[in-house]
Structures are given as C-alpha cells and as structure tokens.
C-alpha cells in the first residue's frame, strides 16, 4: 500500500513541478512580449521595471526582476527569444545558395541577411523597433541574436567574393548594412502597425537588397 502510495505522490509532485514550470515560462513569455513592445514605443532607457511589470499584468511588484534580474539582461533575453526564427531562416536561404546552379553572387548572401531580418516582420510584435531603438540608444550595431560564428561565416564568404576589400572595410559596410535594415524594416513594421503601407513588402526587400549590394561591393576609397 505504501508502495503504491508513494507512487501517486511522486505522479501529483511531477505534475505540480511541470504546471509550476509552464506558468513560469509563460510568465517570462508574457513579460518579456511586453517589454519588446514598450521599448520599442517608448525607448528602452524610458521604461522602467516595473512599467513592464504592471503592463504585463503582474501583481507583484518584483516579478521582472525575479525573472530577469535587471533591464540589461532583459535587453539580451527578448534578443534571444526572436533569435530562432532568424536563423532558422538565414540557414534555409543559405543552403539554398549552396545548392543552386552557377556561382553564387555577393547579392544572394545580402539577399539572405535582409530577408532573415525581414521574416520577423508581423504585426503581432514589435522586435525590429525594439532593435531600431537599441541601435539608436546605444549608438552601435544592434544585435540580431542568432549565431555569431554563423554571422562570421557568412562575412567570410563575402570577403572572399569581394576580394577588393580587407576585414575593416567589410564589418566597416556590414555595420552599415545591418543597421540600415533594422531602421528601414523597423519603419515597415511601424507602418504596419498604422495602416499607413505604401510599396509592397516584395518591392521594398529588392530594393534594399539591390541598393545594399550595390554599396558592399563599391570601390575602397584610397
């Protein structure tokens, strides 16, 4: 009997220790949704935690804290929780250059950063003005999130098929590149949320494609 007793007593606390768990994350989820889109209207340095604590409908006043320790580590945590879509993306346009026919051009690997940023743009979220503000803010190169050895690669291959350039110039024009897409994409999703769309996504994509090759591949000057 106690046997069996101590069986149904190990199911009940595994069952209470998963529940607690799945409420914690979805805790994490809802808070972490919450200061996406209130750094992104408000600017990161203007939100307070408890500003997204009382957003996210939390009643205790700790509970951003207790999750996320501070506004620094909820800055990389709401970077890493957008991170996978991106590079799963980025990974799928990159075998597919692998995998076409002829010799793939600098414009193919632009073509998949931009749309691997382009791929989180939805109305239901608020990330590439977060990323457009933290650039701002900071006053550098917004992180994407993602694999940085995979980023590495991917200027590797650049470098190699644009061998008029050195290592400085090519993360000196991949800064430009990156912090050019988040800004343009982060007033797409901006328009989106207005109702105020001009061109079509598809038109934008090729132009800022075509417009950033043109400039990673343009003379060095002396």
Do not use: C
Request: hydrophobic share 40%; aromatic share 6%.
């Amino acid at each position: 009997m106690k046997k069996n007793e101590n069986s149904m007593t190990g199911r009940v606390s595994a069952n209470t220790m998963d529940g607690r768990h799945a409420r914690s994350q979805s805790t994490r989820e809802s808070i972490m949704l919450t200061a996406e889109r209130l750094f992104a209207e408000n600017g990161i340095g203007n939100v307070s935690l408890r500003d997204i604590g009382l957003a996210a409908g939390q009643k205790n006043n700790g509970a951003v804290q207790y999750h996320f320790r501070d506004r620094e580590n909820l800055v990389v945590e709401v970077t890493k929780y957008r991170a996978a879509l991106i590079e799963k993306v980025r990974a799928e346009r990159l075998e597919r250059i692998a995998s076409q026919k002829g010799e793939p051009q600098v414009r193919d690997y632009v073509s998949a950063f931009v749309d691997a940023l382009a791929s989180i743009l939805d109305e239901d979220n608020y990330y590439l003005r977060f990323l457009s503000r933290l650039a701002i803010e900071t006053g550098g190169t917004p992180g994407q999130g993602g694999s940085q050895e995979e980023l590495a690669k991917l200027r590797a291959i650049m470098l190699e098929l644009m061998p008029h350039l050195n290592v400085d110039v090519l993360n000196h024009r991949w800064q430009i590149m990156t912090i050019t897409t988040v800004h343009i994409l982060a007033g797409y999703q901006a328009a989106i949320k207005a109702k105020t769309l001009g061109r079509p996504l598809n038109w934008l994509l090729t132009d800022l494609t075509n417009f950033l090759t043109a400039g990673l591949q343009a003379p060095v000057s002396e």
